[in-house]
T-cell receptor
C-alpha cells in the first residue's frame, strides 16, 4: 500500500519567515495530494490540495509543489503569522472508484510561529 | 450547512464495554469515511461506506470493530469490548460522489477514553 513520509516533525520559525514542509510518497499511482491543518483538539481542515496533472498551486500565502518523478510534494507558507501555528498533515490518495477518499496521511509537522 | 456532525464529542468507557460513535455527513454528501488518530500521530484510514454498503474496510481491525451507514440515520462506528489501546480520536469525514470524492470534510471528532 501507499506510504507517506513527512519532514520535519517539528518546525519553529519567527513571525514573517517562510516555512517549508516536505512529503514523499511511495505509490506512483497516487494522484491527489491534500494538506490539512489541525489545531489542538480541533478537526483537520483542508488548506490546499494539488492533483498530479499540475506542478504547483498557490493560494495567497500558501503554495504546494509536486514533483511526480521524484514522488515528493511540499507545502510552502510565506510571511508566517502566529495563527499559522498548528499541526500540518500531508496526504496522498490514488485514483480509483473505491480509493478516492482513502487518504494516507503523513506523520504530521508541528509548526510554531514565534511573535 | 451544519457540516459533518459527530457525537458524542467525548466518550469514556471501561475495559470490556461497548462504544458507539455516530456521524452525520454534510448535506449532499453520500460517502462517509472513518479515520482513527492515536495521540501525537497522523490519521489512519479505517473504513469507507456509502448508504447501506461497506465499500472498503481494509483499515478496520479484524475483531471488535464494525461500521454501518443505514438508509436512514447516521453512520455508526461500533467498538465492542473496548481495550485501553482503543483510546483515540475517531474522525468521520464525508465527500460528494465520485467526481471530487477525494475532497474530504472532517467532523470535529469523537475522543474515546478507555479506563
Amino acid at each position: 500500500g501507499e506510504n507517506v513520509e513527512q519532514h520535519p516533525s517539528t518546525l519553529s520559525v519567527q513571525e514573517g519567515d517562510s516555512a517549508v514542509i516536505k512529503c514523499t510518497y511511495s505509490d506512483s499511482a497516487s494522484n491527489y495530494f491534500p494538506w490539512y491543518k489541525q489545531e489542538l483538539g480541533k478537526r483537520p481542515q483542508l488548506i490546499i490540495d494539488i492533483r498530479s496533472n499540475v506542478g504547483e498551486k498557490k493560494d495567497q500565502r500558501i503554495a504546494v509543489t509536486l514533483n511526480k518523478t521524484a514522488k515528493h510534494f511540499s507545502l510552502h507558507i510565506t510571511e508566517t503569522q502566529p495563527e499559522d501555528s498548528a499541526v500540518y498533515f500531508c496526504a496522498a490518495s490514488m485514483r480509483g472508484r473505491t480509493s478516492y477518499g482513502k487518504l494516507t496521511f503523513g506523520q504530521g509537522t508541528i509548526l510554531t510561529v514565534h511573535p | 450547512n451544519a457540516g459533518v456532525m459527530q457525537n458524542p464529542r467525548h466518550l469514556v468507557r471501561r475495559r470490556g464495554q461497548e462504544a458507539r460513535l455516530r456521524c452525520s455527513p454534510m448535506k449532499g454528501h453520500s460517502h462517509v469515511y472513518w479515520y482513527r488518530q492515536l495521540p501525537e500521530e497522523g490519521l489512519k484510514f479505517m473504513v469507507y461506506l456509502q448508504k447501506e454498503n461497506i465499500i472498503d474496510e481494509s483499515g478496520m481491525p479484524k475483531e471488535r470493530f464494525s461500521a454501518e451507514f443505514p438508509k436512514e440515520g447516521p453512520s455508526i462506528l461500533r467498538i465492542q469490548q473496548v481495550v485501553r489501546g482503543d483510546s483515540a480520536a475517531y474522525f468521520c469525514a464525508s465527500s460528494q460522489g465520485y467526481s471530487g470524492a477525494n475532497v474530504l470534510t472532517f467532523g470535529a471528532g469523537s475522543r474515546l477514553t478507555v479506563l
